[in-house]
Nanobody
Framework: QVYLVESGGGLVQAGDSLRLSCAAS????????MAWFRQAPGKEREVVAA????????YYADSVLGRFTISRDNAKNKIYLQMNNLKPEDTAEYYC????????????????????WGSGTQVTVSS
C-alpha cells in the first residue's frame, strides 16, 4: 500500500510559478512510475506529467510542455511538479498518482493504470 499526500497548491497570478510536492509513505517509490494529474471543474481528470522508474523517462501533456517539470527524490520518497508561467487554464485540483512496483511504463495518460492516488491540492491561477 502506498499513501500519497500532495502539498504546495495555492492562489497565484498568471505568469507566476508554483512547486507541488507529493510525499509517499508505505513503501519506496523508487521502482514505481509516478504521475501528476489534474481535474478542472466539469472536466475529466487528465495527466499532466509522469516519471517512469525505468531509465528516468518522463512524459508531459502538450499543454504544459516547456512550462512544467516533474522530478523525483527517491531518497526522500517524494516527487515534485515545478510549474512556471502559469496560466488561468492551469486552474485545477492536482493529484499525485503511483503505479504498483515494477509495473510497466508507457500509456501514461491512462488513469486506470495508476493504483494509488492522493487527495489533491488546489491550484488557482488568476488572470
Amino acid at each position: 500500500q502506498v499513501y500519497l499526500v500532495e502539498s504546495g497548491g495555492g492562489l497565484v497570478q498568471a505568469g507566476d510559478s508554483l512547486r507541488l510536492s507529493c510525499a509517499a509513505s508505505g513503501r519506496t517509490i523508487s521502482s514505481s512510475t509516478m504521475a501528476w494529474f489534474r481535474q478542472a471543474p466539469g472536466k475529466e481528470r487528465e495527466v499532466v506529467a509522469a516519471s517512469s522508474w525505468r531509465r528516468g523517462d518522463t512524459y508531459y501533456a502538450d499543454s504544459v510542455l516547456g512550462r512544467f517539470t516533474i522530478s523525483r527524490d527517491n531518497a526522500k520518497n517524494k516527487i515534485y511538479l515545478q510549474m512556471n508561467n502559469l496560466k488561468p487554464e492551469d486552474t485545477a485540483e492536482y493529484y499525485c498518482a503511483a503505479r504498483n512496483q515494477y509495473y510497466g511504463g508507457g500509456n501514461y495518460p491512462s488513469r486506470s493504470s495508476y493504483h494509488y492516488w492522493g487527495s489533491g491540492t488546489q491550484v488557482t491561477v488568476s488572470s
